[in-house]
């Protein structure tokens, strides 16, 4: 009786914590959303931008043995297959439905909040040595599918510094190198999936 009672008490703690990881042999089924910007990004990011910030995501993600990462190949299959055009709006209320069809337990959902530069020294147009910072911050949640609760999240923002000698440069989001973009995208992202593994495992410490 008392082994019975012990069980139900470990299984009500689970389910009332805010994320009940499973060990990785019962790994959970996690599906991994296209990486898009959001509405008030106004910069022209190329799709195989997005396309490598979301491989970075999905490689980091697998390292993780508390998921099943399921194949990116399936996730575009139920996007196109039911015309989802749309799926960059996907969020907390429209996961369960998405989830489902997908077979997923959790979505990831990432977006580019940000990406900016900014000029340290001189004027607009400037011949002589200037530095440039080009910044991209992203944000990621993890979303569970059955109830639509967000159960992680994490952002990042990361810098790449550049000094242009000797060229004509407009400061503004339409003539800024597109490498430097791609850049600074990807250590945002490297740096997004660092920050989602950290809190998972500081919430994982936290129930010890």
């Given at each position: 009786?008392?082994?019975?009672l012990?069980?139900?008490?470990?299984?009500?703690?689970?389910a009332?914590?805010t994320?009940?990881?499973?060990?990785?042999?019962?790994?959970?089924?996690?599906?991994?959303?296209?990486?898009?910007?959001?509405?008030?990004?106004?910069?022209?990011?190329t799709?195989?931008?997005?396309?490598?910030?979301?491989?970075?995501?999905?490689?980091?993600?697998?390292?993780?043995?508390?998921?099943?990462?399921?194949?990116?190949?399936?996730v575009?299959?139920?996007?196109?297959e039911?015309?989802?055009?749309?799926?960059?709006?996907?969020?907390?209320?429209?996961?369960?439905?998405?989830?489902?069809?997908?077979?997923?337990?959790?979505?990831?959902?990432?977006?580019?909040?940000?990406?900016?530069?900014?000029?340290?020294?001189?004027?607009?147009?400037?011949?002589?040595?200037?530095?440039?910072?080009?910044?991209?911050?992203?944000?990621?949640?993890?979303v569970?599918?059955?109830?639509?609760?967000?159960?992680?999240?994490?952002?990042?923002?990361?810098i790449?510094k550049?000094?242009?000698?000797?060229?004509?440069?407009?400061?503004?989001m339409?003539?800024?190198?597109?490498?430097?973009?791609?850049?600074?995208?990807?250590?945002?992202?490297?740096?997004?999936?660092?920050?989602l593994?950290?809190?998972?495992?500081?919430k994982?410490?936290?129930?010890?």
């Amino acid at each position: 009786m008392k082994k019975f009672l012990s069980t139900i008490i470990v299984l009500i703690i689970c389910a009332a914590s805010t994320f009940c990881f499973a060990e990785p042999s019962g790994a959970m089924r996690l599906g991994i959303l296209p990486v898009v910007k959001a509405s008030t990004v106004t910069a022209n990011l190329t799709a195989e931008d997005l396309e490598i910030a979301t491989g970075i995501i999905y490689e980091g993600m697998a390292n993780c043995g508390d998921f099943e990462i399921l194949s990116r190949t399936d996730v575009d299959k139920v996007i196109q297959e039911h015309e989802l055009t749309s799926w960059g709006l996907i969020d907390s209320s429209t996961a369960p439905e998405f989830g489902r069809m997908l077979g997923a337990e959790y979505l990831l959902i990432a977006n580019v909040t940000g990406l900016s530069n900014a000029k340290k020294s001189g004027t607009v147009f400037k011949s002589n040595k200037n530095d440039y910072d080009v910044t991209a911050k992203m944000s990621a949640r993890i979303v569970e599918v059955e109830s639509g609760r967000v159960v992680l999240a994490a952002t990042s923002s990361e810098i790449v510094k550049v000094k242009v000698t000797g060229t004509l440069v407009r400061i503004g989001m339409n003539n800024f190198d597109q490498g430097l973009a791609a850049e600074a995208l990807e250590k945002s992202a490297q740096s997004l999936v660092d920050k989602l593994l950290a809190n998972l495992e500081a919430k994982k410490k936290a129930r010890k």
